[in-house]
């Protein structure tokens, strides 16, 4: 098999047309034709056999429909239509409050969670602090001891257990993660987490219903590193 195409046989074999060669991936019947091989190493079109290859092709059409295009990358501050949890494992645990929601703010500390998620801990600008609930007291960085708003980027794909975490499920291309220091514009549904777990990871603190955007639909980097801490 070649990569990314189809197959080429030897002496009058049947060679499919793949990317390499002007042929679409996806979406669209890739041209077929028989073809043998000359003395001199010259490829030639056998007219003859056009006709059994063309209706092979055509017998390709049903399983071609059924091809995925490449989900959209949503903008800084455009909403995902449809369902704003979608894409996102147990969708319960987390109360919609707000649908849509842009924030900015200083990225702390960024680390990968086991469910395949990006847990980013932001420090948000004075304006959008009001978001903040009681419970996101708990989340903090080590070298910054303020609450922080979470921001949860989901994987592109979900694997194993989370397989429901995906955002190819959800509709959209999931944002690449900032690094810690980054000043960034950040987009999607505002939630509270009501998870029954965090009570084991924080024990005999107050963490229901800390604030999250989740999942965030852009993550956009203003600034390389973020204003200092006041």
Same mark, same amino acid.
């Given at each position: ?29 890739? *041209? ?13 079109? !056998? ?5 059994? /290859? ?30 704003? *949890?979608?894409? /996102? ?7 919609? %409050? ?23 801990? *932001? ?21 910054? %001891? ?15 257990? !989370? ?8 509709? !959209? ?34 963490? %229901? ?22």
């Amino acid at each position: 098999m070649r990569p990314g195409g189809g197959r080429r046989t030897g002496r009058r074999g049947v060679a499919w047309l793949g990317p390499e060669d002007g042929g679409k991936a996806c979406g669209t019947v890739p *041209l077929a034709y028989a073809q043998g091989m000359a003395g001199d190493g010259t490829r030639h079109v !056998f007219p003859h056999t056009a006709v059994a /290859v063309t209706m092979t092709a055509l017998l390709l059409v049903p399983a071609l429909s059924g091809c995925r295009q490449a989900p959209p990358q949503l903008r800084s501050g455009e909403c995902k239509p449809g369902d704003p *949890l979608a894409g /996102v494992y147990i969708p319960s645990r987390l109360a919609v %409050k707000n649908a849509c929601t842009t924030v900015t703010g200083t990225v702390d500390c960024v680390q990968q969670e086991p469910d395949g998620d990006i847990h980013i801990r *932001l420090r948000l600008d004075p304006p959008y602090r009001k978001l903040l609930t009681a419970a996101n007291a708990v989340q903090q960085c080590p070298n910054q %001891k303020d609450p922080h708003l979470v921001v949860e980027i989901i994987p592109q794909n979900g694997q194993g257990l !989370f397989e429901d975490n995906s955002a190819s499920e959800g509709g !959209f291309l999931t944002p690449v993660a900032p690094a810690a220091g980054a000043h960034v514009t950040v987009t999607g549904p505002y939630v509270w987490d009501s998870n029954l777990l965090h009570d084991l990871e924080y024990p005999g603190k107050s963490v %229901k219903d800390w604030a999250e955007i989740h999942p965030a639909w852009n993550v956009t980097v203003d600034h390389p590193t973020g204003p200092a801490i006041p």
